[in-house]
Nanobody, 127 residues
């Protein structure tokens, strides 16, 4: 099973930026679809963004489209989430996840498709 370790969370003011990183162990990273999810207190874990194995295809939730950018560097077993123009409603614990099922389209993927999860990193955006 892939081990995932996130970093880069923190506290920022609205309008600020953060870059999350997720380093994966194992030799299968380059053949694994990766995703970022977030969970705010009292709410369900929601998908934020997904990136295909090669990095060519990406998906974003409507709430972050145009503000967040997902990318990956397979040579370093790392996936990133660049978050710009942060809003207080972006406050949540952010999780990196590795897909364990295949989907016809990354746009249709959901939490059950991801079998490996990181421990999460807190992002707090103040107004």
């Amino acid at each position: 099973q892939v081990q995932l370790v996130e970093s880069g969370g923190g506290s920022v003011q609205a309008g600020g930026s953060l870059r999350l990183s997720c380093v994966a162990s194992g030799r299968t990273f380059s053949t694994t679809t990766m995703g970022w999810f977030r969970q705010a207190p009292g709410k369900e874990r929601d998908i934020v963004s997904v990136i295909s194995q090669s990095g060519i295809s990406t998906y974003y939730a409507d709430s972050v489209k145009g503000r967040f950018t997902i990318s990956r560097l397979n040579a370093k077993n790392t996936v990133y989430l660049q978050m710009n123009s942060l809003k207080p409603e972006d406050t949540a614990v952010y999780y990196c996840a590795a897909a364990t099922t295949r989907a016809k389209s990354i746009a249709t993927m959901a939490a059950p498709d991801f079998g490996s999860w990181g421990q999460g990193t807190q992002v707090t955006v103040s107004s």
